[in-house]
């Protein structure tokens, strides 16, 4: 029976190697194509995959599994489950993947796309350029069709030329910078502010006009501290928390 295949990752050996492991492979399960397999490789197999032990690798299952990703079944292997979504809140724990894997497992639409002059309140981030690609998507539970958040990323136009807009409906925009552009993101920078919903976000959201928001704004950076992309997100505020874990060393 044929495998489902992971995305590859490139560890950060200070931050835990099963967390890391978790994230990366709940992203690449949250952005699998419908026909893709179900199994798993085997747990030998997965820690071949990303070059950590087998203990490391059986943590990280059990992770997903208490999440409800995926089921072990002796002697059967391990399956991911097709219809499993995780509404939970937001955790920023230090890790590109574990971004990409908090973006993942909605239904997206894309509103609209264009170019645009760089927004007066961005401007510090787009220095050397005058107008920026901008991308604007509408994220729902996939169960019930709710509305969660809304979000822009403004990103510079030598990377737009290399996006296809069907992986921004599949994939969340981190995603598609590093695996598809190929853009060498080194940090992403969060800022999160409560915020009361504008007539737009209260429409897209089917939120009441000036309720609690969550306003997100992160910024990704490259090797050389240049801002690739610059994404503005609303979250209704009765659907997601924000916990940040600092790494102490």
Known sequence: MTSFAPDSIVLNRKLPLWYQVSQSLRASILGRSPQDPLRLPTEEQLAGHYGVSVLTMRQALKELEDEGLISRHRRRGTFIEPHARRGSPVRLL??????????SGMTTELLDHGSAPVPGEL?????????????????????????????????????????DLDDLVRWPMTKVLRDVAGADISRIT????????????????QVPLLSPILHY?????????????????????????????????
């Open 190 to 205: 969060d800022t999160v502010e409560a915020r009361l919903a504008d007539p737009e976000t209260s429409k897209l959201l």
């Open 217 to 249: 704004t992160g910024v990704t950076y490259d090797a050389d501290g240049r801002p690739l992309d610059v994404a503005v997100i609303h979250y209704r505020g009765d659907r997601f928390s924000f916990t940040v874990t600092l790494d102490a060393t």
């Open 94 to 103: 230090g890790s590109v993947d574990a971004i990409v894997a908090q973006q």
């Open 123 to 163: 401007a510090e981030f787009f220095p050397d350029v005058r107008e920026v690609s901008t991308y604007h998507r509408l994220r729902s539970d996939e169960k019930t069709g709710e509305p969660t958040n809304h979000a822009r990323n403004y990103v510079r136009p030598e990377l737009a030329a290399r996006i």
